[in-house]
Nanobody, 120 residues
């Protein structure tokens, strides 16, 4: 079992930046690939970004490439999502996930989600 707790969501304006954090517990963090997903209003859950166990490999959805950066601190058992140049279409509930299936809406474990709202 892996427990995940997100933080850092909020209301920002278009063009602003925000950093999400996700603290993990329950398993040795460095053995777990991590990812971020989001669910826009009225939509399904979509893949946003993932990072390998070591942090040496990352993957992004096309819609966020060049604006979002995923990183991890294995010593702190925490994964981050740095979001720059936010757009109103980034408004969603963002979920941290363990063992994500890249490019899909699937993962083995989920956090509770944190709301990000971007106003125009």
């Amino acid at each position: 079992q892996v427990q995940l707790v997100e933080s850092g969501g909020g209301l920002v304006q278009a063009g602003d930046s925000l950093r999400l954090s996700c603290a993990a517990s329950g398993r040795t963090f460095r053995t777990i690939a991590m990812g971020w997903f989001r669910r826009k209003p009225g939509k399904g859950r979509d893949f946003v970004a993932s990072i390998s166990r070591s942090g040496g490999s990352t993957s992004y959805a096309d819609s966020v490439k060049g604006r979002f950066t995923v990183s991890r601190d294995n010593a702190r058992s925490t994964v981050y999502l740095q979001m720059n140049n936010l757009k109103p279409e980034d408004t969603a509930v963002y979920y941290c996930a363990a063992e994500p299936v890249v490019g899909t809406g699937q993962a083995a474990y989920w956090g509770q989600g944190t709301q990000v709202t971007v106003s125009s």
